[in-house]
């Protein structure tokens, strides 16, 4: 198990750019696979991106395609979400979450993460 807890959330003007930071307990991080997902009010959690455990690869929702870039920092364990072009749709409470990573696999679903932060708020005004 791993315990994460997210920073960077804010208020950001639409076209503005934000950086999210996860940070992992544990001496294991580097065999976890980790992703980003977010809820808005009245929605579903959605998935964002993820990264492999070792950073080799990465996938992203088409929502955020182009305008996201996720790495890690394994030595320092750290995950971050840069964020650019920033959308008002992209208002959402951001997660952070964490699985051990079995195969060389994208988990893009949030059943298959058990290890998740509280959350960090990210607002973007038009």
């Known amino acids: 198990q791993v315990q994460l807890v997210e920073s960077g959330g804010g208020l950001v003007q639409a076209g503005g750019s934000l950086r999210l930071s996860c940070a992992a307990s544990?001496?294991?991080?580097?065999?976890?696979?980790v992703g980003w997902f977010r809820r808005a009010p009245g929605k579903d959690r959605e998935f964002v991106a993820t990264i492999l455990k070792d950073g080799a690869g990465t996938y992203y929702a088409d929502s955020v395609e182009g305008r996201f870039t996720i790495s890690r920092d394994n030595a320092k364990n750290t995950v971050r979400l840069q964020m650019t072009s920033l959308k008002p749709e992209d208002t959402a409470v951001y997660y952070c979450?964490?699985?051990?990573?079995?195969?060389?696999?994208?988990?893009?679903?949030?059943?298959?993460?058990?290890?998740w932060g509280q959350g960090t708020q990210v607002t973007v005004s038009s």
């Open positions: 544990g001496r294991t991080f580097s065999s976890y696979a």
């Open positions: 979450a964490a699985r051990l990573e079995t195969h060389n696999y994208y988990y893009t679903s949030a059943s298959h993460y058990d290890n």
